[in-house]
């Protein structure tokens, strides 16, 4: 079974009774076309080595990835419990080698040399993705800027051109499109370097996972979904009063619909969103 990790990057460096140890760990998994992996969203907890067969990578209903022997699937997910982000089906009967991230890490406690090259290996591998995803993240950056000019361009020469029956709903359109394209319309994850908590009615305070100009999400003893919420979002150097509707977000989460702030308060939101994500692309 080790003969199968020999050409793997992940695996590489590692000796052959290392490549042997990992083998045991490993249990050989037969799909039938059409087997369903995982699915976006799932809590990832196992790594697949497709060693025969063919499998493609669904993302929001669309093929994005074809997969041929010898591929590893899902291997960052499985060893530190992300979600999966796409769905993984067998195109045609396929055969696996199969391992959870828990048994993996059982066995590197025991064998601390293969643990330092797998995990140099799956750190120079994650490395790379960063710098693909970062390329790309710069430019629909780029584009997102082109974009707004040229919608605010085209605002502009509505407003400057003789009103006619369309003008009024152009111009509202584009008016939408440039406000929903701001930054400070996209979620962010408060970053630890500027933490932001809630101050809640009864006095109780809980972290924020997550939020942006339209929403911030709280644990679930933040409110029962369905209701009216009041509370208090402490920035690093200011304080919001916020009201909105409490909303299901996950089996832990809870959304606030945030109900429309006075100016003031509006910019003070839209300052520290735009912070922490230019501090999320500096760092």
């Not at 042997?20 to 992996?37: H, P």
């Not at 969203?41 to 990835?65: C, F, P």
């Not at 709903?169 to 319309?185: F, T, V």
Request: no cysteine; glycine share 6%; net charge negative.
């Amino acid at each position: 079974m080790s003969t199968a990790f020999v050409s793997v990057p992940l695996f590489s460096g590692i000796s052959e009774e290392g490549l042997q140890g990992l083998g045991e760990v490993f249990e050989r998994v037969e799909a039938e076309a059409g087997t369903v992996l995982f699915s976006t969203g799932d809590t990832a907890d196992r790594l697949y080595l497709l060693v025969d067969g063919r499998v493609a990578l669904h993302e929001e209903g669309e093929s994005t990835i074809d997969l041929q022997p010898i591929s590893l699937i899902g291997e960052l997910g499985a060893m530190v419990g992300l979600n999966r982000r796409v769905t993984a089906v067998a195109v045609e009967p396929s055969m696996f080698l199969a391992a959870s991230g828990e048994a993996l890490r059982a066995f590197f406690e025991r064998n601390a040399s293969v643990a330092v090259t797998f995990y140099q290996n799956l750190l120079g591998m994650s490395a790379d993705k960063i710098r693909r995803d970062e390329r790309r993240i710069d430019d629909m950056r780029r584009n997102l800027i082109k974009t707004q000019k040229s919608l605010k361009a085209m605002r502009e020469l509505i407003l400057e051109s003789a009103s006619n029956e369309l003008s009024e709903p152009l111009h509202d359109m584009l008016e939408h499109l440039i406000a929903q394209n701001r930054r400070a319309n996209y979620v962010v994850a408060p970053p630890s370097a500027l933490p932001v908590h809630v101050r809640l009615t009864d006095g109780a305070t809980v972290p924020v996972l997550a939020m942006s100009r339209l929403f911030i999400e709280l644990p679930t003893q933040a409110g029962d979904a369905h209701s009216a919420w009041r509370g208090v979002l402490v920035l690093p150097s200011s304080e919001i009063p916020l009201a909105g509707t409490l909303e299901a977000a996950g089996s832990d989460a809870v959304r606030v619909n945030l109900d429309l702030l006075i100016e003031e308060y509006s910019q003070g939101l839209e300052a520290y969103l735009t912070q922490a994500q230019l501090l999320d692309i500096v760092l």
